[in-house]
């Protein structure tokens, strides 16, 4: 069984910039999750994808933006950066039976810690 | 808004017991908790759900006080594996997808 992996694990970045992220989902998971983590803070809930569809949205502007593919796997893409970006990013598989039945266990990637100059 | 959790840091020797805290000001569905070691990824402990339901590791025990909006983690003959940071997720009726951490309460086991 293979875990969640993301890519890349280290980034920097220009204020201003655009960046994607990657987020490849436990084998048999449909759902996707992804958070922001502050450092000393807990995560922070961006956005879930269930099916290739978003499936809630936390406190985060426009510029924030995703994808599932048909595989599950995801990206994260942030246009416009700015410097308050800098954090580690997190993506969370889980399976769910529907889009709207849970709460699921998420398993955790290693994330990708961006920074942004 | 985010569940508040304390202690936010405790210090134990090994062999010795910790509760951790978790509470909200806002009716919640689930509880979700972690735990994650500096520089890893966090690894699931155990949901509890509104009506008694648990899923979680078997080693693990925690308590889910619906009408108090609060949850416990009770950590038992604690472990030099059991150091890193517990993170509480709170989930409110109709959103039960969208987990809100706290701050986290960071374990430092001794030998």
């Known amino acids: 069984e293979t875990g969640v992996t993301q890519s890349p694990t280290h980034l920097i970045k220009t204020r201003g910039q655009q960046v994607t992220l990657r987020c490849s989902s436990q084998?048999?998971?449909?759902?996707v999750s992804w958070y922001q983590q502050a450092l000393g803070q807990g995560p922070q809930f961006i956005f879930q994808?269930?099916?290739?569809?978003?499936?809630g949205r936390g406190n985060f502007p426009p510029r924030f933006s995703g994808l599932q593919f048909p595989n599950y796997s995801s990206e994260l893409n942030v246009n416009a950066l700015e410097l308050d970006d800098s954090a580690l990013y997190l993506c969370?598989?889980?399976?769910?039976?529907?889009?709207?039945?849970?709460?699921?266990?998420?398993?955790f990637g290693p994330g990708t810690r961006l920074t942004v100059t | 808004q985010q569940p508040v959790q304390s202690p936010q840091a405790v210090i134990l020797r090994e062999g010795e017991d910790a509760v951790i805290n978790c509470s909200s000001s806002?009716?919640?569905?689930?509880v979700h908790w972690y735990r994650q070691k500096h520089g890893e990824a966090p690894v699931f402990l155990m949901i509890?759900?509104?009506?008694?339901e648990q899923k979680g590791h078997e080693k693990i025990s925690a308590s889910f006080n619906e009408k108090k909006q609060q949850s416990s983690l009770y950590l038992t003959a604690s472990q030099l594996s059991y150091s890193g940071t517990y993170f509480c997720?709170?989930?409110?009726?109709?959103?039960?997808?969208?987990?809100?951490f706290g701050s986290g309460t960071q374990l430092t086991v001794l030998p």
């Open positions: 969370a598989s889980s399976l769910a039976l529907t889009r709207d039945r849970g709460p699921y266990e998420q398993y």
């Open positions: 084998s048999g998971h449909n759902t």
């Open positions: 994808y269930y099916r290739e569809e978003e499936n």
């Open positions: 806002k009716a919640l569905y689930s």
């Open positions: 509890l759900l509104k009506g008694g």
């Open positions: 997720g709170t989930a409110p009726p109709g959103s039960a997808r969208q987990l809100t």
